[in-house]
């Protein structure tokens, strides 16, 4: 089944099916149209990132996209029966119930959740997490439609290059899976649309900035969930490795810091002599990491193609 949206604008109602990609503005050719003059041209996407999984993302509107009463100005996961709202016209989100699994049952309670697995695979798999550095001074000193225009500048280019590296996106929270020389090539695109935003967007209140991790390792790949709600995801330890290492990216004032298990896949000669030791959450013992920054990519991937 696919995912609908009811959308109701006075007397008008009618259903809408979630295909790949919807937009929605004041005047065609966006597939849902809302001829409300305070509703921008190019006022909101809503994107499919894998079967069951929809995003709502505000491409910079100026009065803004809310969902259940609240503005939004990062991509937003929507659930069953979340309303979105621009100005007088409301699209209910109306997501297909999960597919049955053969042996899964519930007991009476609403308490008790039956934990399901569908196609669960474990492989080998290098991990990025990316963090916008200040974000907080960022959303406290713009105005709701310059955070809004910025944040979907960002994704939009972010998204884009993370397709043209061959990543996959997991989750609007910063991480992505490739090989190792490829998430590397990745961090460094998703630098250089940081420059890019902060040549042409003046006045922020500080510099658009963001902070990189990469972990490799042996992570379990399926879809997971209770018998209301699942999703394709990875787990593991590998993938928390990779959100710690990000966070040591600012301890270590580096922009980007590798796992052993990903920079031992690159040539010795870039890493054996920067290497250091940190202790991460979760670790009893140090961990071996190779700092750098951003402007050293491109001398490593040289180095290593």
């Known amino acids: 089944m696919t995912a609908t949206l009811t959308y109701k604008r006075g007397t008008e109602e009618r259903e809408i099916a979630c295909t790949a990609l919807l ?3 004041r005047t065609p050719p966006n597939e849902i149209v809302i001829p409300h003059p305070k509703v921008s041209r190019n006022h909101a996407i809503i994107r499919m990132l894998k079967p069951g999984e929809h995003y709502l993302i505000d491409v910079g509107s100026t009065n803004g996209t809310y969902l259940n009463g609240r503005r939004i100005v990062i991509p937003t996961l929507l659930n069953d029966l979340d309303v979105i709202t ?3 016209c409301s699209l209910t989100f109306h997501a297909p119930p999960p597919p049955p699994i053969s042996g899964e049952h519930e007991e009476d309670g609403p308490m008790t959740v039956t934990m399901t697995s569908v196609g669960i695979e474990v492989e080998e798999v290098t991990f990025l997490v990316c963090d916008i550095r200040n974000y907080t001074p960022l959303s406290e000193s713009l105005a709701p439609s310059s955070l809004a225009a910025l944040m979907a500048r960002w994704f939009k280019s972010a998204t884009q290059a993370i397709a043209e590296g061959f990543g996959t996106v997991d989750k609007f929270i910063g ?4 090989p190792v020389l490829c998430a590397l090539r990745v961090a460094k695109r998703l630098s250089d649309i940081c420059a890019e935003v902060n040549r042409t967007v003046p006045g922020l209140p500080c ?3 963001i902070g990189v991790g990469i972990n490799t390792g042996r992570a379990v790949l399926g879809t ?4 209301g709600y699942r999703e394709y995801t990875a787990i593991g330890d590998a993938v928390n490795m990779a959100f710690r290492f990000e966070s040591e990216s600012k301890a270590l004032g580096k922009d980007v810091v590798v796992g052993p298990d990903s920079y031992k896949h690159l040539p010795r000669r ?3 002599r920067a290497c250091r030791d ?3 959450k979760g670790k009893n013992e140090p961990v071996s990491v190779w700092a750098i920054a951003f402007d050293e990519i491109d001398a490593i991937l040289a180095g290593g193609e």
């Open 270 to 272: 870039a890493w054996e």
């Open 224 to 227: 997971l969930g209770g018998s």
């Open 23 to 25: 937009t929605i503005g």
């Open 207 to 209: 510099p658009f900035r």
């Open 86 to 88: 621009l100005e007088d």
């Open 278 to 280: 940190v202790t991460v």
């Open 175 to 178: 991480d992505a899976a490739w």
